[in-house]
């Protein structure tokens, strides 16, 4: 059997048994019927939220469903139905041609749209749950089914088709609500700043401000290996964080409305002298220290060395323990 390569973000070797892309829901069905999604199996997008520590030993699903369907409209706001194949940022930027308020500030996250809706994708202030009406999927056994927001259970960075029991569902695409009246989150990271060059405030050019803030932050995958934000950031209850501030009293931190606080763990690491230091061939990268990088070469296991270093670290100078974001395979 030819191993087939598995495209990752990370930019690490790796192979599956079998890789099954489809172009529709009448092909993945046609698939499922035939006995070819057999155990174990994966379903994956573009791989930038994946790191695999092995080869994986059995079927990898990808779905190319194309699509921008416009399902439903009035004067304040429109509903679409994207494939989950689409790319993510050619869905954003297709809403900002559009005129369609929403889903510019998570211009330029690399992915594809049926990711989107699993990993709940956030960046400055805006997360993909507060476009998600619904989520189509159809399971490993062939049943169809419509998801609605609620039923997704969204949460930070997180969401149903995480769970273990629902990786039988395979998303093939996706309904987002966008607003047709003038609204902007710009109140995030460095937005109104950057926006400040820029002779207005219009769609165009709050996409263009978070391109070029992400740009100037994040190292590009095609030049070094990385997935984003390599970790979550830890949420603490209040009794935990009090006396952590008493002792840092710079340390960054947002409280939520449960009461409980989020801790930037790029912070923390930082704190533990991590930003800039590399294990071996994989490294924190030295602009961001959420996030790791592949200096060239490193295997999945290099990575996983340096992250399980760096949580180590953490949990003994403040005591909190930090969790990757990105999906260990
Ligand atoms: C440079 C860089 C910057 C990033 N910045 C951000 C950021 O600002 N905010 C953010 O939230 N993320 C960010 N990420 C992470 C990443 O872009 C997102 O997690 C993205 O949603 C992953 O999309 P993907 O298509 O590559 O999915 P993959 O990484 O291939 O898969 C992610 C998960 O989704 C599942 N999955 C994928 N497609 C389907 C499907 N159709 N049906 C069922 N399950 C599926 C996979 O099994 C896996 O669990 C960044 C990554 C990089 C490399």
Redesign the pocket.
Known sequence: MTKQKIA??FGIEATANRLLEYASEEELLQLIRSGAVTEPY?????????LFTKDYEGTVL??LIQGIEVVRQDDDSVDVRVG??VC?DSFVDYCVEQGWYGAEN?S?????V???A??????YGVEAKDLILAVE?VSREGEQRLFSADECAYAY?DSL??RPDM?R????RVHYRLSRCERFTLDYGAIRQTLASFPSVTLKHVRQSIISI?RAK????AQLG????FFMNPIVARETFDPLLGQYPSMPHYLLEDGRVKIPAGWLIEQCGWKGRSLGRAAVYDKQAL?LVNLGGATGADIVALSDAVCRDVYRKFGISIHP?V?LI
């Open positions: 990752n973000t994966l379903h994956v997008g573009a791989g930038s939220n994946l990808h779905s989950a194949g993510w998570l330029l996250i690399p992915g594809e049926g990711a989107s699993v990993q709940n994708i956030g960046a999927a960075r088709f995480k990786k569902w395979f998303i093939t992400r994040l190292p590009d995958p990385n997935a984003g934000s996030v974001e999906n």
